[in-house]
């Protein structure tokens, strides 16, 4: 499972940096990110122009580096983004889980060349197979922010050969006072209610009736009984949810997401922690 989900490469390195800035937020406080994009490229096949190669090994990370006045945010946000990065390439190189706390040691270059490696691996073992054209493809954006939180997205697809690539976004609300980020936990004040209402609002974005069966319609609700998605984003209008392909139905179907605006969650979150 760990392969189907990630993968890249060796030294045929080209690295740009960029800068944008993210919204000031006060004469005290600001946040700015710094944009370092890296392309790494491996396999003889790489370099025929038709993509029809059977021996490629491709990387393109966009990583997003914090800068500002806060010590404890910028901390939080750039440890965060290293741990998830990191953590991806572990995984795409399928290394022992039992080890992983040593894996994450690692430099990213080093774990590229892991990956490198077992992509090498794979072609020599299956020389002529279509499936030894490998991509992974990182993307970090900073999504929201406010005097409050600062929202970040971190979004990954790759192609580890198998039926199609896979992909999956992750969505981080950090508090700006603690740099820690902020789960729904955090966040709601009835959770009874607030799962009734974020059920309401899937149905309805989905087009389902009241009564009919999460399960029996396709979703992957054991039971039919509905459950948060891992994910959310706090926007300007109000809550962002969001499914991963697999989360909460079929690789088809893509991600499920809908947003629930704040007007319609003020008695149900407390919202003096995000606005």
């Given at each position: 499972m760990n392969r189907l989900l990630f993968c890249l490469i060796?030294?045929?390195?080209?690295?740009?940096?960029?800068?944008?800035?993210?919204?000031?937020?006060?004469?005290?406080?600001?946040?700015?990110?710094?944009k370092d994009s890296i392309i790494l490229t491996f396999g003889t096949g790489c370099k025929r122009p038709d993509l029809?190669?059977?021996?490629?090994l491709t990387i393109d990370i966009h990583k997003m580096i914090a800068s500002g006045s806060t010590v404890v945010l910028i901390r939080g946000i750039?440890?965060?983004l290293?741990?998830?990065?990191?953590?991806?390439?572990?995984?795409?190189?399928?290394m022992d889980p039992d080890q992983f706390d040593?894996?994450?040691?690692?430099?990213?270059?080093?774990?590229?060349?892991?990956?490198?490696?077992?992509?090498?691996?794979?072609v020599k073992e299956f020389p002529d197979a279509l499936s030894n054209n490998?991509?992974?493809?990182?993307?970090?954006?900073?999504?929201?922010?406010n005097e409050k939180v600062a929202t970040l997205s971190y979004s990954e697809s790759?192609?580890?050969?198998?039926?199609?690539?896979?992909?999956?976004?992750?969505?981080?609300?950090?508090?700006?006072?603690?740099?820690?980020?902020?789960?729904?936990?955090?966040?709601?004040?009835?959770?009874?209610?607030?799962?009734?209402?974020?059920e309401a609002a899937f149905r309805a974005y989905q087009e389902l009736n009241d009564?009919?069966?999460?399960?029996?319609?396709?979703?992957?609700?054991?039971q039919g009984i509905f459950y948060l998605p891992q994910n959310f984003a706090i926007t300007s209008e109000g809550l962002y949810f969001y499914y991963n392909p697999y989360e909460a139905g079929a690789y088809a179907l893509g991600p499920l997401e809908y947003t629930i605006p704040f007007s319609e969650l003020s008695e149900l979150i407390d919202l003096n922690k995000i606005r």
């Open positions: 060796l030294f045929s390195c080209v690295i740009s940096c960029t800068f944008f800035s993210g919204k000031v937020i006060s004469q005290n406080t600001s946040l700015h990110f710094q029809l190669n059977s021996n490629c750039n440890d965060t290293e741990t998830y990065l990191k953590s991806s390439l572990v995984g795409i190189a399928a040593n894996y994450v040691l690692f430099s990213e270059d080093s774990l590229c060349q892991l990956i490198a490696t077992a992509h090498e691996e794979q490998w991509s992974i493809d990182i993307y970090m954006d900073a999504v929201f922010t790759t192609y580890l050969g198998g039926a199609h690539p896979n992909y999956f976004t992750h969505f981080l609300n950090f508090d700006k006072s603690t740099g820690k980020t902020l789960r729904f936990s955090d966040l709601i004040k009835d959770e009874k209610k607030f799962i009734q209402l974020a009564n009919q069966d999460l399960e029996e319609a396709g979703y992957f609700f054991d």
